[in-house]
């Protein structure tokens, strides 16, 4: 079975920079798009950043140029560098993975992890 298993949330002051991981177990062939999500208090989910399996990347435009997404395709790994980070930030942070492939249990048309609390503090 695959499972995404995130890392690397926390508590930062107004302006400090956090590192997110994300990385899918199994016996996996290939993905294609993974990403970061947020769910803040009271809002729907959001997309935050997305990567595809060649690279392309697509950013939410409350968070270009202050994050940074990228993948590790041998370690089945996404990424994000959170710099500059603000109050509004604030949210649990989903990892997602488009068709993961995998050598003995098929394929998963989508997955999450459980997700990751970041807070930023004023």
């Known amino acids: 079975q695959v499972q995404l298993v995130e890392s690397g949330g926390g508590l930062v002051q107004a302006g400090g920079s956090l590192r997110l991981s994300c990385a899918a177990s199994g016996t996996i062939v290939s993905i294609d798009a993974m990403g970061w999500y947020r769910q803040a208090p009271g809002k729907q989910r959001e997309l935050v950043a997305t990567v595809g399996s060649g690279g392309i990347t697509k950013y939410a435009d409350s968070v270009k140029c202050r994050f940074t997404i990228s993948r590790d395709n041998a370690k089945n790994t996404v990424y994000l560098q959170m710099d500059s980070l603000k109050p509004e930030d604030t949210a649990v942070y989903y990892c997602?993975?488009?068709?993961?492939?995998?050598?003995?249990?098929?394929?998963?048309?989508?997955?999450w992890g459980q997700g990751t609390q970041v807070t930023v503090s004023s």
């Open positions: 997602s993975a488009d068709w993961v492939r995998t050598i003995f249990t098929g394929s998963y048309p989508s997955l």
